[in-house]
């Protein structure tokens, strides 16, 4: 097999675990703080980080590279995991999933202001015409959630903004990232990210951890169970590795399908309704994106 095509299956893999993602957290949050949630999900992915980087004896990042990996921690360990499951409190995993479908542009708009790439006008037709279709989409959840009161509508509207800014956060830590595994290499550079936070999210944890475990239901530890190895660490080993064998820009393109992906996890494994409304939405951002992507260069 050659490097491509094993960039390419390792891509998938990476993609279809991220798709399990916001189910996971969903399922999860329902029991769990979501403070707790994100920093306990962190520090258990952080210990297991350790123990690869101690296992593999891989040298420690230069001073240089302390900056750019907290950014990576802010956005991917931290933000992006705190900002989805506060949203998941308001929203069902199925109507984020159609936020998900902005990450790519997202990464694509910080890849161009990191590198100071100059992209052609399409582009950013592109890119106006997918944040046009999410915005008249979290506008018409919220209009159809003002006939059960300003409460609902508020909650709506207050899990699509929360949904937005991860999208913002987290397409910042991959765009960093990404730069950043050019020196330190991929799944390194989500292990140091994760153990540069490990000490706070440690405290954190024991600090937001619940007087009680004891009305814990099992899906809920399975959740946890969930974003803290697959999400956290397992799916970014996967996806770094297939971005650095195929390309970034080719298997980069994968990620278009999560929210594909996600949709059919949550009606699956949730029960969730999935509307022709979010289908049609997804379509369409998911079109812009990859015409963005097109017209990136």
């Known amino acids: 097999m050659d490097k491509t095509t094993s960039g390419w299956i390792n891509g998938f893999i990476g993609v279809v675990i991220f798709s399990g993602s916001l189910p996971a957290t969903r399922t999860a949050v329902l029991q ?20 690869l ?12 590279d302390l900056v750019p990996l907290a950014i990576v921690a802010l956005g991917v360990v931290v933000g992006f995991p705190l900002l989805t499951a506060l949203a998941l409190q308001h929203v069902t995993s199925a109507h984020s999933m159609v936020f998900i479908g902005l990450l790519p542009l997202a990464t694509a708009i910080f890849g161009v202001i990191r590198g100071g790439e100059r992209p052609r006008p399409a582009f950013w037709l592109f890119s106006l015409a997918g944040s046009a279709a999410v915005a008249g989409f979290a506008l018409m959840q919220g209009l159809s959630a003002g006939t059960g009161g300003a409460a609902g509508a508020f909650a709506s509207s207050t899990g699509d903004l929360l949904m937005l800014a991860a999208i913002v956060v987290c397409g910042l830590g991959y765009a960093e990232g990404a730069h950043l595994s ?15 936070s490990l000490p706070a999210m440690i405290v954190l944890a024991i600090v937001s951890m619940p ?22 660490l397992i799916g970014f080993v996967f996806w770094y590795r297939g971005l650095s064998q195929g390309g970034i820009a080719a298997v980069s393109q994968l990620q278009l399908l999560q929210p594909f992906l996600g949709l059919a996890l949550a ?31």
């Open 211 to 232: 007087a009680s475990f004891s009305g814990i239901a099992p899906p809920a530890w399975t959740g946890l169970a969930y974003v803290s190895s697959f999400s956290m």
């Open 32 to 51: 769990f703080d979501p403070v707790f949630l994100t920093v306990a999900r962190a520090a258990i992915a952080g210990l297991l980080a350790l123990l």
């Open 182 to 196: 050019r020196r330190l290499g991929g799944w390194q550079v989500i292990s140091w990210a994760l153990i540069l």
């Open 53 to 64: 980087v101690l296992a593999f004896r891989e040298k420690r990042p230069a001073r240089t």
């Open 267 to 297: 009606a699956w494994l949730l029960h969730e309704p999935v509307t022709w409304t979010m289908l049609a939405v997804t379509l369409a951002v998911i079109a812009c994106v990859a015409g963005a992507r097109r017209f990136a260069r």
